[in-house]
């Protein structure tokens, strides 16, 4: 009497497994991407998505677009940054002038401007 064995869904998808002691292991591999650096802001979401968003952390992590998806986050963030500081000094008319005329004052104003944008940009893109 022949044996009839049905191949498992994976089987049939093109999976294969390994054997191991008395179970068989799928053979999974993550798909090959390109690495990118991640800047301070792409971390910062990463943390973001471990902690809070766990499942949206594993679906990217094991679609092998992780990586990709952070890049772009820390480079909108950073560009969004870039433009808020420059809006903020026009508004508030923070020059060159000033700088050279009143540098304390200046670096006062800037730093009160870097941080109204990085707390613009976590609740904007980073804690979503």
Known sequence: MEETTTKSLFEQNGGTYRKQSDYLIPNLTFPKSEE???GIY????LNFLQEHRR???INLLTRGELNEYLFKIDKQ???RFCRIVKRL?????????????SPMEWVKKMNYIRQQAEEIIL???IYI
Do not use: P, S
């Open 36 to 38: 990118n650096a991640i």
């Open 42 to 45: 792409g971390q910062r979401h």
């Open 55 to 57: 499942l949206t952390y």
């Open 77 to 79: 963030a950073r560009e």
């Open 89 to 101: 000094k026009t508004t508030q008319d923070i020059t060159e002038q000033m700088k050279a005329d």
């Open 123 to 125: 609740n904007e893109l």
